[in-house]
């Protein structure tokens, strides 16, 4: 059974710092892309950030510079470090596998079973 666990959330004024961590199971983590996705009230899913198996990484664009994604496989967690936290970055945040090809996800409409895996975790920012 396929499980992902992420706590780490919590509220923060802008400006501030918090660190999501995910811890895996049921499948072969080191072998995977993860990543880390969104959804704020009313909004639809996000991806915010990527990592592959190879390393690379990738981040949307309002959270580039601020946001680093790193996998550790040992521990089959990936962790989601969120810096000068915005308003905007208010959401609840989902760790899914990433998908190989996002633009023929959202092609397909159906980004937002990547806000379904595990039970989330909520992240709010006052201004």
């Known amino acids: 059974v396929v499980q992902l666990v992420e706590p780490g959330g919590g509220s923060v004024q802008a400006g501030g710092s918090l660190k999501l961590s995910c811890t895996a199971s049921?499948?072969?983590?080191?072998?995977?892309?993860m990543g880390w996705f969104r959804q704020a009230q009313g909004k639809e899913c996000e991806m915010v950030s990527s990592?592959?198996?190879?390393?690379?990484?990738y981040y949307e664009d309002s959270v580039k510079g601020r946001f680093t994604i790193s996998q550790d496989n040992a521990k089959k967690t990936v962790n989601l470090q969120m810096n000068n936290l915005k308003p905007e970055d208010t959401a609840v945040y989902h760790c899914?596998?990433?998908?190989?090809?996002?633009?023929?996800?959202?092609?397909?409409?159906?980004?937002?079973?990547?806000?379904?895996w595990g039970q989330g975790t909520q992240v709010t920012v006052s201004s």
């Open positions: 899914a596998l990433a998908p190989a090809d996002l633009d023929g996800i959202k092609r397909l409409g159906v980004m937002h079973t990547f806000c379904k």
């Open positions: 049921g499948f072969t983590f080191d072998g995977s892309d």
């Open positions: 990592i592959r198996t190879n390393g690379s990484t």
